[in-house]
């Protein structure tokens, strides 16, 4: 990487770097594991002249979002927080039978379904031709396209501007952030709203979820370099939300620049407390590296003690950020036996890099591990409940991030 996507600087400087891994969703099967992988670097770096965190963009959107094993809606918490966003949006925008409103990487319908629920008008636009597929069968209307300035415009032209656009966890996922967001400004209405949820680079930092960088995420943000990527296209940031989802997220409101107006409180404060965690100098990324390299150390030192004692580790879940935490630790079938999914797409297949075998939830109530280790850590609420059942036998969960903790579950 030579220049920064967004501004085009040279001034690059290196955050953390975790070495070379497959695509975090390559999910191998059977007949595959005597093929070779293809693996890239994954070094993170922010630009010091508009602090976008970013790595460099060695995979397309189209070799990963084409046929896609995420599906949303196997989270419940995931489609819940959906409903509840879908309800306060309605409200706060005065959504009803005359709206229209446009999703943007809107996978399966766990968001839209909701839109549908209240007879409100929608369309997604999803670019992976299996999950868009889904969507369609739940009976949410999906478009097949990646977003770009021209399939925004092709959208609008169709089926009218949109009172609200959506695009959650997905503004990190684009390579070209200013092509994309001219998208959106495309599809809005000249007075309507986008909404984006993506992660916040300050929580990544602050509680250690390195996991979360893969080659599908090639930029990280904080409010500050969000403005900026907004304004590329010609939209305003005017609020933000601070969200428990994903370890912490941001929920971004802007508007077209001509019907902004002025930002609320909350986006102040928010770029204080960035400004104060040092994340618009050098000094808040610089002991980052040293505080991954401990939780890897100690997850292996965990795994290697519980295999010296005969003791039994299984895994839950089988998502992207846990492809980069096992390929950085370099954690092989040796020391995690098999991990399980709820997504049937997943099944009998192996995890990237690791080749972990990928198998059904049922099989752990079957063995009985001493230990599971969770790495979908950021669900921790809702798979503890979901894994109450290990407490029959004396096992305990793992949760790797932000630091290694053993957990004794109660029903």
């Known amino acids: 990487m030579t220049r920064c996507r967004l501004c085009g600087s040279t001034a690059l400087e290196s955050v953390v770097d975790l070495g070379a891994t497959p695509p975090c969703e390559s999910f191998l099967s059977a007949e595959r594991l005597d093929e070779p992988e ?66 943007v990487a809107s996978n399966d319908g766990y968001l839209l379904r909701h839109v549908v629920d209240r007879g409100v008008r929608c369309l997604g636009v999803e670019p992976s031709v299996n999950v868009g597929a889904a969507a369609r069968e739940a009976g949410v209307p999906t478009h097949t396209a990646f977003l770009s300035p021209e399939t925004g415009a092709e959208v609008r032209a169709e089926h009218g501007p949109a009172d609200l656009v959506v695009a959650n966890n997905v503004y990190a996922h684009i390579p070209d952030v200013i092509g994309f967001t001219k998208g959106l400004r495309a599809l809005v209405a000249d007075d309507g709203w986008v909404s ?23 930029q990280y943000y904080t409010v500050a370099s969000a403005i900026r990527a907004l304004a590329s296209g010609g939209l305003t940031l005017v609020d933000v939300e601070l969200l428990p989802t994903h370890g912490g997220s941001l929920r971004l409101w802007a508007r077209p620049d001509e019907a902004a107006g002025e930002p609320s409180r909350r986006v102040s404060d928010v770029l204080a407390r960035e400004k104060a965690a040092g994340l618009q100098e050098l000094s808040g990324y610089t002991e980052f590296s040293a505080r991954v390299a401990k939780v890897r150390r100690d997850l292996l030192r965990f795994l290697v003690d519980a295999a010296e004692e005969g003791k039994t580790v299984v895994g839950y879940g089988a998502p992207g950020k846990g492809n980069t935490l096992l390929n950085h630790c370099g954690i092989r079938p040796d020391l995690l036996a098999y991990t399980v999914d709820r997504n049937p797409y997943k099944h009998g297949r192996y995890t990237p890099g690791t080749r972990i075998p990928i198998l059904p939830p049922e099989r752990i109530a079957a063995d009985r591990p001493d230990y599971v280790l969770v790495l979908p850590w950021n669900l921790r609420a809702e798979l503890t409940e979901q894994l109450a059942y290990v407490h029959e036998w004396g096992g305990r969960l793992v949760f790797p991030i932000p630091e290694l903790s053993i957990v004794e579950v109660e029903r």
């Open 38 to 103: 293809p693996t890239y670097p994954l070094h993170l770096r922010v630009c010091t002249d508009c602090w976008l965190a970013q790595i460099p963009p060695l995979i397309t959107p189209e070799e990963t979002f084409s046929e896609y094993a995420y599906f949303s809606s196997y989270s419940s918490s995931w489609v819940e927080h959906a409903r509840v966003f879908v309800e306060d949006a309605a409200a706060r925008l005065g959504l009803g039978e005359d709206s229209f409103v446009v999703e």
């Open 196 to 218: 984006i949820e993506v992660q916040h680079l300050l929580t990544l930092i602050e509680e250690n979820q390195y996991d979360t960088i893969y080659h599908e995420h090639f």
